[in-house]
């Protein structure tokens, strides 16, 4: 039985970073779960559902270790996970009824989904010396990224790019607070935990407040012309027709 678990055990290997193995298996087949019945609800044939959830489990963290270039690719370095999520698809294909009556359910396995994939992210950039900035931007794409290629290869606008509650906002939040707290010199797994809490908050908060990223936002291009024009009007007065009192008068002559 030792033997199993060695064996196991040297199959599953972490992404990078802090996250423990576990939480980079969970976080792909919760994705796998949610791209299967994305592509069921948009009644996609059995190669489409495989396509669909191997593109959300793994689109974001293909283009990660892309990013970072000499890591190593994820995708490439764990079959069985593979054909787990597979596996996975065919279930989902053939049993999507047993997951239409769990709404709340899945909408709670996606965010989870999104914030483990935030803290691989972030976890893996700042552990390659991305830096701060480089390191959020991560955790933001690995949360998100799965989704929008998803989205992209069934001819659909990406969820992140549309007025809705907190998505993308929610990643760039928890990979934000992960790497603050790491930064800061505190327990990796604290900044962790952080993450998926912030993930879960602002997503949750999004929705019970209704929050939404507008699509029609206020021209402020008036407002901040406005001293412009004003400034302008003097500078041609002072310097190119004279006073009020001189414009009044060649206005009367006219």
């Not at 047993?98 to 700042?126: E, M, N, Q, W």
Request: hydrophobic share 50%; proline share 3%; net charge positive.
């Amino acid at each position: 039985m030792d033997d199993v678990f060695v064996w196991f055990a040297e199959r599953i290997t972490a992404s990078g970073g802090v996250v423990p193995a576990f939480i980079d298996y969970f976080a792909v087949v919760v994705g796998v779960v949610t791209g299967a019945m994305f592509a069921c609800d948009r009644k996609l044939d059995i190669v489409g559902v495989i396509a669909c959830g191997l593109l959300t489990a793994y689109g974001g963290g293909i283009l990660r270790d892309f990013l970072l270039q000499d890591e190593g690719v994820y995708f490439m370095a764990h079959p069985y996970l593979f054909l787990l999520c597979v596996a996975l698809c065919f279930f989902v294909f053939h049993f999507r009824g047993i997951f239409r009556h769990l709404p709340s359910t899945i909408f709670l396995c996606d965010t989870l989904s999104v914030a483990l994939y935030a803290v691989a992210g972030a976890s893996k950039g700042f552990d390659c010396g991305s830096g701060f900035v480089m390191s959020v931007v991560l955790g933001t794409v690995v949360g998100v990224g799965g989704g929008a290629i998803r989205d992209s290869f069934v001819g659909e606008v990406p969820g992140i790019f549309k007025s809705s509650n907190y998505y993308a906002v929610a990643a760039f939040g928890g990979s934000l607070v992960y790497v603050s707290i790491v930064a800061w010199g505190i327990e990796p797994a604290v900044g962790a935990f952080a993450c998926v809490a912030a993930v879960l908050a602002l997503r949750y908060a999004s929705v019970y407040f209704d929050w939404r990223t507008g699509d029609d936002p206020v021209d402020l291009t008036p407002h901040v012309s406005r001293p412009f024009k004003r400034a302008a009007a003097l500078a041609r007065g002072l310097f190119l027709g004279g006073g009020r009192k001189e414009r009044s008068r060649r206005a009367r002559r006219r």
